[in-house]
């Protein structure tokens, strides 16, 4: 069993309200510090105080999303973001300006401090006292999309599924069976269109406002600063895109064409995405959520025992919600419990190859969350999305060559490592679609919706619209995007897939060349947490960060090699 680290500074039993928080907030706020020792003991009580309030806010947004049904969970997680958060954030501002007014700042170590005080200076930067009641409302308006889309199902052969469950239909050998499945999923997403469009609307607006308080021309560039995006520009964004559609988009449709001949069609539509063309059945890795987590252990054992003690350690402490249900939000995730030292893994299994890899990806952050327990502040731990998500996608494909304790024999196992290396390159158009996307909406503030579906297909086409035949069906195809979850809450958090992507690639080539070694770089890389620049954490794994032209066509070269191997 694990437990919460031991409190120096709050007590262990403290309820988390506001008038339990605020005494330490102040004391904080008002304790002289008069030597460089002082101030980091003042840091490490900041540190333990806002690791308790996170874990907090993290077990209510847990169970918030395991039961989207449930209006006391739903009133729980709105009261810490109406009555906890905004109060903390005047507070953690003043904090912020004694830091950096403190006569002992430039005595601490620069090499271990440079990146978190980089990090205060920025937030100092962008804080506005009337961005916080704002803040506060998308808080609570961005958790609506999942309340939405938590309860859509559909009826197939007279029993309801989730959307999640329907799509396993879109693997069916029967193409009268995809086609009705897709049709009833799509025609269920539609039915909340304009609801999501008008949720959309509203976030938007309150958006731009926050960056207009802020003191920017619009929320994109609001965004690059208040993500920390130090090491690279839209500018470098906008670079990807093109790199993206340049080299691997034609890799991408000469795999499209190979599955229409395959499946002997004229022209591939959208219910003909999913089906393994050598006309076998679907990819069943597992038949149920126990054994998806069991299996993934053995797994993660084999490819090391550190790996594989990480999840046994999350399933003996109840650390997993991995089941598709009515009533549960859409998705998955690795929620990090900052206290506790651990994380948890929520996703939608429906028992499909796809469940495999979301998996192995969420293990990759847990084990991230568990390299990082121990480092010293709690804001060493907080890595920026290309950090986080190297550690996720790289598992995906560090892990294959232990799969085969999903599939019993040879051909299944080709045949999921042929859809692996097929869905890596396919993630890097959608990464460069939905990115491109968000830079349009958000430098277009005042774009009404009929504009916004023209941006979508005028971007979503030249990246090969998912290589599929969209004209019977034009309105399914202009609200794709309405399925994409960051979009609604977590605005341009997208593209660090798509570095991260390149990154998992190079180090999955590392490891396939020196496992052992390959293996050590990634785990060094993992334990930096974010003390280090992305660069540098790219670099103590052994690969670069860089998404030129250049570097996305040497690394689609392998995976092409690698598939040609398959």
Same mark, same amino acid.
């Given at each position: 069993?694990?437990?919460?680290?031991?409190?120096?500074?709050?007590?262990?039993?403290?309820?988390?309200?506001?008038?339990?928080?605020?005494?330490?907030?102040?004391?904080?706020?008002?304790?002289?510090?008069?030597?460089?020792?002082?101030?980091?003991?003042?840091?490490?009580?900041?540190?333990?105080?806002?690791?308790?309030?996170?874990?907090?806010?993290?077990?209510?947004?847990?169970?918030?999303?395991?039961?989207?049904?449930?209006?006391?969970?739903?009133?729980?997680?709105?009261?810490?973001?109406?009555?906890?958060?905004?109060?903390?954030?005047?507070?953690?501002?003043?904090?912020?300006? +004694?830091?950096? !007014?403190?006569?002992?700042? /430039? &005595?601490?170590?620069?090499?271990?401090? $440079?990146?978190? =005080? #980089? %990090?205060?200076?920025?937030?100092?930067?962008?804080?506005?006292?009337?961005?916080?009641?704002?803040?506060?409302?998308?808080?609570?308006?961005?958790?609506?999309?999942?309340?939405?889309?938590?309860?859509?199902?559909?009826?197939?052969?007279?029993?309801?599924?989730?959307?999640?469950?329907?799509?396993?239909?879109?693997?069916?050998?029967?193409?009268?069976?995809?086609?009705?499945?897709?049709? +009833?999923?799509? !025609?269920?997403?539609?039915? /909340? &269109?304009?609801?999501?469009?008008?949720? $959309?609307?509203? =976030? #938007? %607006?309150?958006?731009?406002?926050?960056?207009?308080?802020?003191?920017?021309?619009?929320?994109?560039?609001?965004?690059?600063?208040?993500?920390?995006?130090?090491?690279?520009?839209?500018?470098?964004?906008?670079?990807?895109?093109?790199?993206?559609?340049?080299?691997?988009?034609?890799?991408?449709?000469?795999?499209?064409?190979?599955?229409?001949?395959?499946?002997?069609?004229?022209?591939?539509?959208?219910?003909?995405?999913?089906?393994?063309?050598?006309?076998?059945?679907?990819?069943?890795? $597992?038949?149920?959520?126990?054994?998806?987590?069991?299996?993934?252990?053995?797994?993660?054992?084999?490819?090391?025992?550190?790996?594989?003690?990480?999840?046994?350690?999350?399933?003996?402490?109840?650390?997993?919600?991995?089941?598709?249900?009515?009533?549960?939000?859409?998705?998955?995730?690795?929620?990090?419990?900052?206290?506790?030292?651990?994380?948890?893994?929520?996703?939608?299994?429906?028992?499909?190859?796809?469940?495999?890899?979301?998996?192995?990806?969420?293990?990759?952050?847990?084990?991230?969350?568990?390299?990082?327990?121990?480092?010293?502040?709690?804001?060493?731990?907080?890595?920026?999305?290309?950090?986080?998500?190297?550690?996720?996608?790289?598992?995906?494909?560090?892990?294959?060559?232990?799969?085969?304790?999903?599939?019993?024999?040879?051909?299944?196992?080709?045949?999921?490592?042929?859809?692996?290396?097929?869905?890596?390159?396919?993630?890097?158009?959608?990464?460069?679609?939905?990115?491109?996307?968000?830079?349009?909406?958000?430098?277009?503030?005042?774009?009404?919706?009929?504009?916004?579906?023209?941006?979508?297909?005028?971007?979503?086409?030249?990246?090969?619209?998912?290589?599929?035949?969209?004209?019977?069906?034009?309105?399914?195809?202009?609200?794709?995007?309405?399925?994409?979850?960051?979009?609604?809450?977590?605005?341009?958090?997208?593209?660090?897939?798509?570095?991260?992507?390149?990154?998992?690639?190079?180090?999955?080539?590392?490891?396939?060349?020196?496992?052992?070694?390959?293996?050590?770089?990634?785990?060094?890389?993992?334990?930096?947490?974010?003390?280090?620049?992305?660069?540098?954490?790219?670099?103590?794994?052994?690969?670069?960060?860089?998404?030129?032209?250049?570097?996305?066509?040497?690394?689609?070269?392998?995976?092409?090699?690698?598939?040609?191997?398959?």
């Amino acid at each position: 069993m694990i437990h919460k680290k031991t409190r120096t500074y709050i007590p262990a039993d403290i309820e988390i309200k506001w008038e339990n928080l605020e005494p330490f907030f102040k004391e904080l706020r008002d304790r002289p510090i008069n030597s460089v020792e002082e101030l980091e003991k003042w840091l490490h009580n900041r540190s333990e105080l806002e690791a308790a309030v996170e874990e907090d806010f993290a077990w209510r947004y847990i169970r918030m999303t395991c039961d989207t049904t449930s209006e006391e969970l739903l009133q729980s997680f709105q009261y810490f973001a109406t009555e906890i958060e905004p109060q903390i954030a005047p507070y953690s501002n003043e904090l912020n300006k +004694k830091l950096v !007014a403190s006569e002992w700042m /430039d &005595k601490l170590d620069n090499q271990k401090y $440079f990146i978190y =005080l #980089r %990090g205060i200076k920025k937030a100092l930067e962008l804080f506005r006292e009337e961005n916080i009641a704002i803040q506060t409302e998308i808080q609570v308006e961005q958790q609506k999309y999942q309340s939405i889309t938590g309860s859509m199902s559909v009826h197939i052969d007279n029993k309801e599924f989730t959307l999640e469950q329907a799509s396993v239909f879109l693997k069916d050998t029967n193409r009268s069976k995809r086609q009705e499945v897709w049709e +009833k999923i799509t !025609a269920r997403r539609l039915q /909340d &269109k304009v609801q999501l469009n008008e949720l $959309f609307d509203l =976030l #938007r %607006g309150l958006r731009h406002k926050v960056a207009l308080n802020a003191g920017f021309e619009n929320f994109r560039d609001y965004m690059f600063q208040a993500l920390g995006r130090f090491d690279y520009t839209p500018q470098d964004c906008y670079a990807f895109h093109e790199a993206i559609e340049k080299e691997i988009v034609p890799i991408l449709r000469q795999q499209a064409e190979k599955r229409r001949e395959a499946l002997q069609l004229d022209a591939l539509k959208p219910w003909d995405m999913d089906v393994d063309i050598s006309g076998k059945p679907a990819l069943k890795p $597992f038949n149920s959520g126990t054994e998806l987590i069991d299996k993934s252990i053995q797994c993660f054992t084999n490819i090391s025992t550190y790996l594989g003690e990480r999840l046994e350690i999350m399933k003996e402490n109840s650390l997993f919600d991995v089941e598709s249900r009515k009533g549960k939000a859409p998705g998955g995730y690795n929620y990090p419990l900052s206290e506790t030292g651990a994380p948890f893994i929520f996703m939608n299994s429906a028992n499909t190859f796809r469940d495999l890899t979301t998996m192995v990806h969420e293990g990759g952050h847990a084990v991230h969350t568990f390299l990082t327990a121990d480092l010293e502040l709690n804001d060493f731990k907080h890595c920026p999305s290309e950090v986080a998500e190297l550690a996720s996608m790289s598992m995906e494909l560090v892990s294959m060559d232990n799969w085969d304790v999903y599939f019993d024999n040879e051909e299944d196992l080709k045949r999921a490592k042929r859809d692996q290396l097929v869905d890596v390159l396919k993630t890097l158009p959608w990464v460069a679609v939905v990115d491109q996307f968000q830079h349009w909406i958000y430098t277009n503030p005042g774009h009404i919706d009929a504009e916004r579906t023209a941006a979508w297909i005028q971007i979503y086409e030249p990246f090969g619209a998912g290589f599929a035949d969209w004209s019977e069906h034009p309105e399914a195809e202009a609200n794709l995007w309405q399925k994409q979850l960051h979009i609604f809450e977590v605005p341009f958090y997208y593209i660090e897939y798509g570095m991260a992507q390149l990154g998992a690639i190079a180090v999955w080539k590392n490891y396939k060349e020196n496992p052992q070694k390959g293996l050590q770089q990634y785990l060094d890389a993992l334990k930096l947490g974010y003390t280090k620049t992305i660069k540098e954490i790219y670099e103590t794994a052994g690969i670069k960060f860089d998404f030129s032209a250049a570097y996305v066509k040497e690394l689609a070269a392998f995976v092409k090699s690698e598939l040609e191997k398959l």
